[in-house]
């Protein structure tokens, strides 16, 4: 891959990608449906979920939007809180039961778009899984990862 300056223009070979995925968001599926990103470390998984995030369509379509980078090694309160910061617009030092509650509640009757970049484990999945009501309102969780065991476990659950 060429290394090149962050234009949008540069990024090339993604647009149907960008196309499919892009209707599986607004599509009419009223159930949560997880949409994975799923390739080998650099294949641009990131890139592609950034460019989705980003799109205006998709902004205009749901009531809250949030992204949220985990990786290896991740901090389970500081997840909570950037998704939190995401949906409510304030940032919170301190994560206490009631703002854990707050992001649950906040989340329920609403359209949401949840992003969780670069997932590693099916016991993440579990973790964070339980702060995100399904109300049967076209709500969608993209996930990338490398791991092709993370997109089976949280497809299937
Ligand atoms: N379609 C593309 N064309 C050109 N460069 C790309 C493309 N997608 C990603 N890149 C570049 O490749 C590198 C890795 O992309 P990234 O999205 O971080 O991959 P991943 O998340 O799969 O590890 C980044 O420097 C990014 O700018
Ligand atoms: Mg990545």
């Given at each position: 891959m060429p290394s090149s300056s962050?234009?949008?223009?540069?990024?090339?070979?993604?647009d149907e990608d960008l196309m499919q995925l892009k209707d599986r968001l607004i599509g009419m599926q009223t159930k949560l449906e997880i949409v994975p990103i799923v390739g080998?470390?650099?294949?641009?998984k990131t890139t592609l979920a950034r460019k989705l995030y980003e799109d205006s369509m998709i902004a205009y379509h749901f009531d809250y939007c949030a992204w949220t980078i985990v990786s290896q090694d991740y901090n389970m309160p500081q997840i909570l809180k950037s998704l939190l910061r995401c949906i409510t617009g304030n940032e919170c030092d301190q994560l206490t039961n009631e703002l854990k509650n707050m992001l649950h509640k906040s989340l329920f009757s609403r359209k949401y778009l949840i992003v969780l970049d670069d997932i590693w484990s099916t016991r993440f999945w579990d973790q964070i899984r339980i702060y995100f009501p399904d109300n049967n309102n076209r709500n969608r969780i993209v996930i990338t990862t490398r791991e092709s065991d993370v997109v089976n476990y949280a497809s299937s659950s």
């Open positions: 962050s234009s949008s223009s540069v990024v090339v070979g993604i080998m470390g650099g294949v641009g």
